[in-house]
């Protein structure tokens, strides 16, 4: 029932897509220039649902604190609750949808 939901159709020179997972603060985002795509975890909510219902707001723009903030995960650092990211992936075309998500089951 719930899940990613991506958010497309804004306008960014920066990212291509977003996909946010509101319930589990996580947030997928691929980059236009390189085709690469990272994992964001443990976004804060409310800047997800900012993002989902502020329709105005550009995704490069909403990312910008993400990939200032954020520091790289790796099997060493504990959870901490950090916000962290790590790269999941690279796509050339860019209708395509990320492996990451592809490879969920859907909830029945």
């Known amino acids: 029932m719930f899940g990613y939901t991506i958010v497309k159709g804004r306008f960014s ?29 443990n976004v804060s909510r409310r800047k997800i649902l900012n993002l989902l219902l502020n329709d105005n707001m550009s995704l490069g723009f909403w990312g910008q604190s ?32 990320p492996s990451y998500i592809a490879a969920l089951q859907p909830a029945y």
Do not use: H, M, W
């Open 13 to 41: 020179d920066c990212l291509e897509f977003a996909a946010v997972d509101l319930l589990k603060g996580k947030v997928i985002v691929r980059f236009k220039s390189s085709g690469d795509e990272y994992i964001y975890k």
């Open 66 to 97: 993400l990939f200032r903030d954020a520091i790289q995960e790796n099997r060493y650092r504990p959870q901490t609750g950090a916000l962290t990211y790590d790269r999941i992936g690279n796509s050339l075309r860019s209708n395509a949808v």
